[in-house]
């Protein structure tokens, strides 16, 4: 039975992944900054804020004693709309910290128990707002751009211990957070990556599931749900 490590599972994306994952008969470690809100036979919660380097490695540690880490993917993470000229520097660096370092946390930690299990996968999920250089999003557009450029480096240190690190983007997911969002921004985003009906949750949890299904998927690559123009 394989095992995968999920951050941001209270919710959206992470916690949609979690369910289909245990419904496939894996088991699920979860992390997340409050209570879980769901309970399963497979899946375990640990309260884990990802920004937090030490409280990272201690459930990590904590994961790893009781067996294997077949999977990791980086969901948790955080967003904001700004006009670049009127962004705070504290959102910026917010981002750059849950965002970036959180990935990075994560997947130095965990990257080390899959270098002594000699394999493993690792997903960080990152937006088509990176390609698109979407305006209004600077902010999260650096943050996310600076975990594609991780994933591209890790990929490469890590490939001769047999683990294998890749980033997944998504478009604008029929979420409460996406709900909250002007329909004239999400729809020129969708129209952008040729997804004019959008994304529901179950397909973009499909697009993470079948990617991690797919032998032939190759370390360093980055990967969006959508057409993205060169």
Known sequence: MPTALITGTSQGVGR???ERLLAEGWTVHG??????????????HHVVDVVDEAAVRAAVATVAA????DLLVNNAGGAA????????????ESLMRVNYLGTFHCL???GKVMVRQRAGLVVNLTTVAVPLSLEGEAAYVASKAAVEALTKVAAKELASQGVRVVALGLGPVDTRLTRAVPHASLAKINEAIGRPQGTTMTQAVD?????I??????????????????
């Open 16 to 18: 949609a992944l979690a």
């Open 31 to 44: 992390f997340a900054r409050g209570a879980q809100t769901f309970a399963h036979a497979g899946f375990q």
């Open 66 to 69: 009781s067996g294997r880490i």
């Open 81 to 92: 709309l700004n006009a670049f000229l009127l962004t705070p520097g504290s959102v910026a």
């Open 108 to 110: 130095q930690a965990v």
């Open 207 to 211: 697009f993470i599931f079948s990617r």
């Open 213 to 230: 299904h797919d032998a032939d998927l190759k370390s360093g690559s980055v990967e969006y749900l959508g057409q993205i123009a060169s």
